[in-house]
């Protein structure tokens, strides 16, 4: 079936540091690709997504590049802020589920610190 | 005002008892979802509802049912409450098409 792996946190890096949380997919059609963030104490929100090959994701400053020929979605930002401390979910979706069956990674926890 | 709203915010309840989580999005969306995120922060959905019909059932025990008394509305009851339901539950929603899910800021059920 449809798996997603990221990479183990929790990732801390300084402020302005360059941040990199790499996710790998595998799945039997050409699923969906979606970046999700968790704030503490809230729930979770959409922060890019991308829909098909070569499709590049990007929002607040992040960015995430759906390779097909690795299948990865590695999310990157030039220069993380304190307040990007929060939990990374990579997920996917397949048709004809639609983009409510997601099927996430198991998160990646990153801590900035000033 | 709150897209997604869901209550209680916590809840903590002994085994064997039944509770309730309710679930409420003010967006108009067609479908509603429940998630289960456990103490490792992996998150798995469980059901979901398209105007009041079941269309999702993940490999759930029957101890939880959800009911979707309307589309704005979905409420997830669990019987005979055990240790392993200790997580937090969220309610989602989406309207159709290629839209993305609106999550509830989520339910810490602690089973003790």
């Known amino acids: 079936g449809d798996s997603v792996t990221q990479m183990e946190g929790p990732v801390t890096l300084s402020e302005e540091a360059f941040l990199t949380i790499n996710c790998t997919y595998t799945?039997?059609?050409?699923?969906?690709l979606f970046w999700y963030v968790q704030y503490p104490g809230e729930g979770l929100q959409l922060l890019l997504k991308?829909?098909?090959?070569?499709d590049k994701g990007s929002n607040k400053g992040f960015e995430a590049t759906y390779r097909k020929e690795t299948t990865s979605f590695h999310l990157e930002k030039g220069s993380v802020q304190v307040s990007d401390s929060a939990v990374y979910f990579c997920?996917?979706?397949?048709?004809?589920?639609?983009?409510?069956?997601?099927?996430f990674g198991a998160g990646t926890q990153v801590v900035v610190t000033p | 005002d709150t897209a997604v709203s869901q209550t209680p915010k916590y809840l903590v309840t002994q085994m064997g008892n039944d509770k309730s989580i309710k679930c409420e999005q003010n967006?108009?969306?067609?479908?509603m979802y429940w998630y289960k995120q456990d103490s490792k922060k992996f998150l798995k959905i469980m059901f979901s509802y398209n105007n009041k019909e079941l269309i999702i059932n993940e490999t759930v025990p029957n101890r939880f049912s959800p009911k979707s008394p309307d589309k704005a509305h979905l409420n997830l009851h669990i019987n005979s409450l055990e240790l392993g339901d200790s997580a937090v539950y969220f309610c989602?929603?989406?309207?159709?098409?290629?839209?993305?899910?609106?999550f509830g800021n989520g339910t810490r059920l602690t089973v003790t």
């Open positions: 989602a929603s989406r309207t159709g098409g290629v839209s993305p899910l609106h």
């Open positions: 967006l108009g969306h067609d479908t």
């Open positions: 799945a039997t059609g050409y699923p969906s």
């Open positions: 991308a829909t098909k090959a070569d």
């Open positions: 997920a996917l979706s397949e048709p004809p589920d639609s983009w409510g069956k997601l099927q």
